[in-house]
Each structure stands twice: as structure tokens, then as C-alpha cells.
């Protein structure tokens, strides 16, 4: 499994890759260590706090020492929770709900770090990377086989994994807003899109426009083969292919036109299907010299998503402006 979470602050330099989970949690105290090595985690799916009685109940407290007593049974809850959480191994604590000061101070004070309203599906990944039970563990009985062990860094929670590598995160601190990060998500999802397309087929096939100008040259050799109206179809959908190493000619500061022409009969000339446009202005319009290429699936994948998008448009017989009705 591959996430990519994104938080504002930092620079784009900053980008890391994780062997584990991000958790977007602070630790509940700030004077609780922010790294921990060689964690031993305890997972609580139940609330770190004294039991609410179901049944309608009623407490009289008139003196002082009532109310003391009240309070030192209540600490003293907590104080065993925290023991029993202690009594297994665990160096940090991680809870699904959320539990109150006192129980924090304590926790703070007992050097048991902790960490709460993890969400649900954030505590299963958990479990499952750093070796638990499926079933989370509840403090009244907590099983040291069930502490799993895992690195802990803070201020963004990075559980590192150290049984079961199955997951990796792309932890991205991108520029000083959402707009930058959400852009840098979408670039390294591109790149993990090759990266797939490349181990289900390495078959790849040259940049830079190359491809779609030896395509463009190929369909405008089949064209004369096809007699009547058949034949502007196809030289219309050779046009087409065009419109890319145009596109990209045209981005890089260069005559559109003229570039298209002298590349295309470059190719014709040399019988070099490799030859596209020198965008980057490295002095040869040979993309394989250049090293840039693109999988054979995307390249495909690409003329066809934009062949349907022409056929759907096709079907359209009318376009109802707003004044027509």
C-alpha cells in the first residue's frame, strides 16, 4: 500500500519516504518526548477513563472528606490503567478515544507516552504493521503478546515498520500552502502511475513528440490506401497527432510550424523514428541520445482516452444554448 500525505510548512526538499505509517497526531502532552526508539505500542480501543454507569445513579457528597474520597478512587483508576499498560512493556500508547487532564498528567508523569483520537482505521493499519492481534487491546486485560514494537517520531506520528513491511509513505512538507501540496501529490501519483506502467510492460516508447510524429507519418502512408471519404478521416486523425509535438514546440519558445516540419522530414530522411523536439535546446533532436521516454501503455492509453473524447463529441447533434429557451 502507498499513501501520500501532505502538511503545509517546510520546503519541497523536505519530502521523505517512509517505510510505515504517518499518523497526523500530536503527542497529548507537550513535555512528553517527541522521539521514541524501539517503541513497544499498546493499542487501546476503549476510553482511558473511569467506566460511566449505565443505570441512573446518585451521589451525595456533603463533606470534604466525601469529595476527597471521590477524587483518590478516580486517581486511583487511572493509576491503574496506566500501571497495568506499564506492567506489559509499553513505551507509548496510542488510544481511539480521548481521556482527560488528570489522566494526561498522569501519564505525562509515569514517562508513558501517549497519543489519542486515533481514528479506527488509522489503529487497524497499526496493528497490522507492527504486529498485533487483529483485535486491538482493552487496558482491564492487556496481553503482552499483544504490544507490538515499532520507531516513533513526533511531531508528525512516523510509525516505522519493523515486522511487516507491507505499506510505505510518501510524507510530503511542501511549500506554505494547499494549493502547493495538493499540486505535489498529483506530480509524485504521476510518477508512481509510470512507475506501475513500467513493471506490468517495460516496452517504452521515445519523448518529446517523437512518437507522435512517426504515428502521424505512418497514418498519412495508410491513408492513400483507403479510397472515397475514409481517407480525410484518417489524414484528419494524422493531423491530430500533430497538435502534440506542436503543443510542445510551441511551450518551449520555438516556430510550431517550422520545428514540426523540419523534425517530421528529419525522420522521413534518416528513417530515425526517434527524432522529436529539442525542447530543452540540448543541440540533437534525438530523444533516444536525450534520454527521454515514456511508457507504451500511457502512450496508448493517452491517443485513446482522446479518440473517445472526439467520438463522444461526434455524437452530439446539437448544443442548446441558454437564448434558445
Not at 138 to 160: E, F, H, Q
Not at 290 to 308: H, M, Y
Amino acid at each position: 500500500m502507498i499513501k501520500v500525505e501532505g502538511k503545509v510548512g517546510g520546503k519541497l526538499e523536505d519530502t521523505e519516504l517512509i517505510y510505515g505509517i504517518t499518523v497526523d497526531k500530536d503527542m497529548s502532552h507537550p513535555q512528553m518526548p517527541k522521539q521514541i526508539e524501539d517503541a513497544k505500542i499498546a493499542i487501546l480501543t476503549c476510553p482511558f477513563e473511569p467506566p460511566k454507569p449505565k443505570t441512573k445513579h446518585k451521589v451525595d457528597i456533603d463533606t470534604v472528606e466525601k469529595f476527597q474520597t471521590l477524587r483518590l478512587q478516580e486517581q486511583k483508576y487511572f493509576d491503574d490503567m496506566v500501571q497495568k499498560c506499564k506492567d506489559v512493556g509499553a513505551t507509548l500508547v496510542i488510544c481511539q478515544w480521548g481521556f482527560d487532564d488528570e489522566a494526561n498528567h498522569l501519564l505525562m508523569h509515569r514517562n508513558l507516552p501517549a497519543v489519542r483520537w486515533v481514528g479506527g482505521v488509522e489503529l487497524e493499519l497499526i496493528a497490522i504493521a507492527t504486529g498485533l492481534w487483529k483485535d486491538c487491546t482493552k487496558v482491564p486485560g492487556v496481553d503482552p503478546r499483544k504490544v507490538g514494537k515499532g520507531m516513533i517520531y513526533s511531531i508528525v506520528l512516523y510509525i516505522t515498520l519493523l515486522r511487516n513491511k507491507l505499506s510505505f509513505v510518501v510524507d510530503d512538507h511542501s511549500l506554505g500552502n494547499k494549493m502547493m501540496i495538493e499540486e505535489t501529490k498529483r506530480s509524485i501519483h504521476d510518477a508512481l502511475c509510470v512507475a506501475r506502467n513500467l513493471i506490468r510492460n517495460n516496452s517504452i516508447v521515445y519523448g518529446g513528440g517523437s512518437a507522435e510524429i512517426s504515428c502521424s507519418i505512418a497514418v498519412e502512408a495508410a491513408a492513400d490506401k483507403y479510397p472515397g471519404v475514409e481517407q480525410y478521416a484518417i489524414r484528419a486523425f494524422a493531423d491530430a497527432l500533430d497538435s502534440v509535438p506542436m503543443a510542445l514546440a510551441e511551450n518551449s519558445g520555438l516556430q510550431p510550424i517550422e520545428t514540426l516540419s523540419a523534425v517530421k522530414s528529419q525522420q522521413i530522411k534518416d528513417n530515425n523514428p526517434h527524432y522529436g523536439i529539442d525542447c530543452n535546446d540540448v543541440g540533437t533532436n534525438d530523444m533516444r541520445e536525450q534520454d527521454v521516454f515514456e511508457t507504451l501503455i500511457g502512450k496508448q492509453q493517452q491517443i485513446l482516452l482522446a479518440t473517445q473524447v472526439v467520438k463522444m463529441i461526434l455524437k452530439i447533434d446539437d448544443v442548446i444554448s441558454p437564448s434558445d429557451y
